[in-house]
């Protein structure tokens, strides 16, 4: 929009509702440093001020009023500051973490003193009023995200503890129906000027209410491929642990339908908003996406999310559905109630039927134009080129790693006891080595620091025995041998902490007591295998 046209477009937008009568041409924003500093200095202003609201207040908080009344004027104040015009800058950032505090003290009051549904009620209604009170987008976005969770939680068996998750499962798709519908009427009622000025109000909430729906799916989902070793072994683990379980098979079709309704709703608007997607050659990948759902009730509503921001062009939101449905195709891995010869078998068909389909239907292909003939070029080589690097990659991995099984001396740790609930987890077992007390990762793993290592004897057997943590630069004693700690969930290691193993070889593993390592003299190890007592491999 032009400077010269800015005038008559807010005039326009006035005579709509869409800004308030007296609003103004902005200024000129502030330097993004400035900005950055000023949120910076009232944040960390806000730390003491909280310090003394808490002793001022002590247990008053935990009993009586003093929550609702403290909350409530938090809230109100907070808001105030935000509606102003001429608010200073560093009073609008002061305000944020206040609205916080304040929304925390009502919710904890509510949750204290309100049966569960009902103090959601009452949080849902907060939510609206600080919708219709402040006239920040991003405000209203993160109360639609508030809004989306509890309004989920107000369905009858619906929870977010682990077990039977079909209630959750039915609320997240019901949730998603309704945003579905409300988006279309907002966007209708958008494009009449009576209701533009709600569609203004609506719009930044839907989107909060899609981001929530996205993190429902991907939380319901479970870990992707690859993502739980990333995440370690805390709270977000936790958190991201598959939930897939509390559900048998004839119920895990529940959610499997929707997911596959909800797709099926994605690909009609899909066709609907853009007929160059109804050809004959396009039916088939569509087709293919509805019944990967059935296997990924997670999926379905992503894409559904995906089309409809695709249609409405909603372009953050669709990168987030979309990073969204990549991270549900990467659970499939983590699908322990099918096994894996059946889930690689669903996605090789998958992948052969598609390619086989396109390649018979290339004759309808256009003719390539001229102007992107040499990106095509460039593509041409450059797929190739990466192809070749990674096999230069893996091949050297496995090189390296096949001589040190070669030349590597066999050394056996003893595997130190856990609690055998703990010890299973779909095809890995969790190991941990009998080794001397190690300080956490983050005391020992400075950029300038080596990794740790211990050195222990061996016996006529070649158990590792007396094992003891080097100091740093601290030679190995005589006789003694060397083993390098690897970082592994926060904590010090052996290698790995996980060995993994074939479906239902689990009760053979369970009588495994050593961990067998390859050793080179610099202390570079690697796991090979699992012994029982008499030293044997397991199986």
């Not at 305000?95 to 549904?117: I, K, N, Q, T, Y």
């Not at 991270?327 to 992948?351: E, I, T």
Request: charged share 15%; glycine share 10%.
């Amino acid at each position: 929009m032009s400077a010269v046209n800015l005038p008559a477009w807010l005039e326009q937008a006035q005579q709509q509702g869409l800004v308030p009568a007296g609003a103004s041409r902005p200024e000129a924003a502030r330097p993004w440093p400035v900005q950055l500093l000023t949120a910076l200095g009232a944040w960390l202003s806000a730390v003491p001020l909280l310090i003394f609201l808490a002793l001022l207040f002590g247990r008053l908080w935990e009993h009586g009023p003093t929550a609702y009344v403290l909350g409530l004027a938090l809230v109100v104040g907070s808001a105030n500051l935000l509606r102003g015009r001429s608010t200073a800058f560093f009073l609008e950032q002061l305000a944020l973490p206040l609205l916080l505090v304040g929304l925390c003290s009502l919710g904890f009051a509510l949750g204290r003193d309100l049966p569960f549904r009902l103090a959601l009620v009452a949080g849902l209604a907060i939510c609206a009023g600080l919708v219709l009170a402040l006239p920040r987008h991003w405000l209203r976005l993160l109360l639609g995200m508030a809004a989306v969770f509890m309004c989920i939680g107000l369905l009858p068996g619906a929870s977010w503890s682990r077990g039977a998750m079909l209630p959750l499962w039915w609320a997240v798709y019901l949730a998603l129906a309704a945003w579905a519908l409300a988006q279309s009427l907002v966007h209708h009622g958008g494009q009449r000027a009576e209701g533009a000025a709600l569609a203004a109000l609506l719009e930044p909430v839907l989107r909060g209410w899609a981001m929530g729906l996205l993190l429902a799916l991907v939380w319901l989902s479970g870990p992707s491929f690859m993502a739980a070793g990333v995440l370690g072994s805390g709270l977000a683990r936790e958190l991201n642990a598959p939930v897939e379980s509390g559900l048998s098979p004839m119920l895990w079709r529940v959610p499997a339908a929707l997911s596959v309704l909800a797709s099926a709703w994605a690909f009609a608007a899909l066709l609907k908003a853009w007929p160059v997607l109804r050809l004959p050659r396009l039916l088939l990948p569509g087709l293919l996406g509805v019944a990967l759902c059935w296997w990924l009730p997670a999926l379905g509503g992503c894409l559904l999310l995906l089309s409809l921001a695709l249609v409405r062009r909603r372009r953050v939101l669709a990168l987030s559905a979309a990073a969204a449905a990549l991270w549900v195709l990467g659970s499939f891995y983590y699908r322990l109630d099918l096994p894996l010869s059946d889930k690689a078998l669903v996605l090789v068909v998958a992948g052969a039927l598609l390619g086989a389909w396109l390649w018979l239907t290339r004759q309808g292909d256009p003719a390539p134009q001229p102007a992107i003939a040499p990106a095509r070029a460039s593509a041409r080589w450059a797929l190739p080129a990466c192809a070749l690097l990674s096999l230069c990659v893996v091949n050297g991995l496995i090189w390296q790693k096949e001589q040190l099984i070669a030349e590597g001396r066999a050394v056996y740790v003893k595997l130190a006891p856990l609690d055998p609930r703990s010890l299973i987890q779909g095809d890995y077992m969790r190991l941990n080595y009998a080794l001397p007390p190690i300080p956490p990762v983050a005391e020992l793993a400075l950029p300038w620091q080596p990794r740790p290592r211990i050195a222990g004897r061996l016996d006529e057997r070649g158990v590792l025995v007396e094992p003891r943590l080097l100091r740093a630069g601290e030679p190995a004693g005589p006789g003694q041998l060397l083993l390098e700690l690897s970082p592994v969930n926060g904590r010090w290691t052996l290698v790995s902490d996980a060995w993994y193993f074939q479906e239902g070889q689990e009760p053979k593993f369970r009588a495994a007591s050593h961990g067998e390592f390859r050793v080179l003299p610099d202390g570079r190890a690697l796991l090979v295998g699992l012994v029982g007592p008499d030293l044997r491999r397991v199986p």
